[in-house]
């Protein structure tokens, strides 16, 4: 009995020595408690512990931890310095004193050091031997970025993983066996640094316990090519290499013949790449199924089948691809862009393109590439680059946000005039370049501020001046990722105007509310104003009143007048007339019925 009641207390203490700390409640003083040379550290504004000492020294913080024979750590460091024989850290996973820096017997994690390597020692008094180092993982940066898991289960097998970008996609660098026990009474970190490195030290999400299982299967984030004979299939997590191996499956649905080969890089373990066979390189789209992959923790992923479609990118040449639309002059909630438009037949790869500008006064700037990525850019389709993406996207309407991209280093465009231009960056070929400035926006402008420059037809050079247009008004200004609002047309057809009905009842049932009058064949610029007329020629509403449009444009009529109240029942004239930048002055009326239920 007197057994049974010591279990009973000594449980609820076990349990509460589990290490598990963010820092999110800003202090290492309590939940847990860390005790040592508590002066030398602190918690900074991203709730990370951080060295904040002077000098050359050695500070040490440790916590009461669990003793148990299976066991996992985890951690996530960062260390803002090149390590050295006198700049390093240790996490200790398990110590049997809080004294870290005595002669005690602990396992501890050394990240640096002379060698510039991560290892697994243990430590008897003055005895420190090496059990495991991490290949390929070295702390020779400037800033030196990890998380680090390690597993041990009860007989003595030892796993080690690592994301050596600080995120949580661990690969497994290893595993050994050591029957040897852990001393987990105390968990702490041991900094030995140089003055200059005193404060560049910062630790974050510690964790030490039971281990913890994954119990969720891998999910394909996306499925393309990395290049013309390649799939590339990345997914949420690393995948267990040894799979590929044993009993991956992988096939075409129509076209099984064309998968030859497939691997994972060690470099990125969370990226499936499949070879198509060589000889099979025509265009082709198909169901490419994937059975039988799984992650590090066995988790399997469901059989699955995703539509791929097969082609070559083709080298851009000049009139390949253009400038098809330049905003160099924002106003203080947008933002400058470039669009391009791939008038070939190609598929065009975009991060072997460059792009970049020369102001006024003939400064060159080195060119950018595109795109950072490996990124295709289909025919009859556009891509924008923008100093701030999501500037642009909540400044004007964009259907398709993912065809506007930022840019780290963007064309720093001059607000009044400048050249920018497209180059190939294998052979500095000019693809196409144009030359912008205030002067090719329409004169009736009184503010071109937040207005771009639009094409009117990829066919024309694009220094030809007329071949640029101000985009409507009616466009928001500027139509970034999707069709001009000015393009070339004829314009001998004259103005054309067209009724959604002869016959609309604005009576909010949900039928025919609504009267959509779309005017057609104006010139790029054109000034149009569309007013609607009663039987006897009273003005009853406004609905554009000299308004810049683009050559196809839709507006609507809800059936009230300038007085927000809905109009009698009878005849309408919807009036429109326009005026464009050639002077070609026209006009057209059409008859609608505005008619309510009896």
Known sequence: MKFILCCLILFPIAVTAQ???????????????????????????????????????????????????????????????????????????????????????????????????????????NMHSLLFRFPFLRTNKSVNVFRIKVRRDTVGNWDLFADSTGGRQFSRYGNFTDIQMVPSAWFGVFCRYTSSNSTKICFD???????????????????????????????????????????????????????????????????????????????????????????????????????????????????????????????????????????????????????????????????????SEERFLAPKDFFVVSADSSKLCSRYYVPYPGKVAGMEHFPSLNSDSGYVFLKSAEDSMVIDAMSYSESMHLSFLTNTIGVSLERLDPRIPSNCRANWQSASETSGFASPGYDNSHYVIDPGNGLDLQLSSSIFSPDNDGLEDLLYIKVNNVEAGTLLTLRIFDIKGNLIKIIAGSSTVSENSLFLWDGTGENSLIVNMGYYIVFAESLGVSGKHSNVKRAVVVAWKL
């Open 19 to 125: 290490v598990s700390d963010d820092f999110t409640d800003g202090n290492f003083t309590s939940n847990p408690s860390w005790t040592g040379d508590t002066s030398a550290f602190t918690v900074n504004a991203e709730h990370q512990l951080k060295l904040n000492s002077s000098g050359s020294d050695t500070s040490c913080l440790s916590t009461q931890s669990l003793s148990l024979q299976a066991m996992e750590w985890s951690f996530w460091i960062k260390i803002s310095f090149n390590t050295s024989l006198n700049n390093y850290t240790r996490v200790y996973l398990g110590s049997d004193s809080p004294d870290l820096k005595g002669l005690i017997n602990a396992v501890y994690l050394q990240i640096g050091g002379s060698g510039d390597s991560i290892m697994l020692y243990r430590q008897n008094g």
């Open 205 to 371: 999400d510690f964790y030490a316990g039971r281990i913890l299982l994954d119990t969720v299967p891998p999910k394909i984030i996306s499925c393309g090519f990395s290049d013309s004979l390649t799939i590339r299939i990345k997914f949420n997590e690393v995948i267990d290499s040894s799979c590929i191996k044993r009993d991956l499956k992988y096939s075409l649905k129509n076209n099984p013949e064309k998968l030859i080969k497939a691997y994972i890089l060690k470099t990125d373990p969370g990226i499936l790449f499949i070879r198509i066979n060589q000889d099979n390189t025509d265009f082709f789209c198909d169901s490419l199924r994937i059975q039988n992959i799984s992650d590090l923790a066995n988790n399997f992923l469901t059989d699955t089948s995703v539509l791929i479609c097969y082609y070559i990118p083709g080298p851009c040449r000049p009139g390949d691809m253009v400038i098809n639309e330049v905003l160099f002059h924002p106003d203080v909630s947008g933002s400058k862009f470039i669009e391009f438009y791939n008038c070939s037949s190609k598929i065009i790869s975009l991060n072997t393109l460059l792009v970049g500008n020369s102001g006024s006064g003939n400064t060159s700037v080195q060119p950018e590439r595109l795109c």
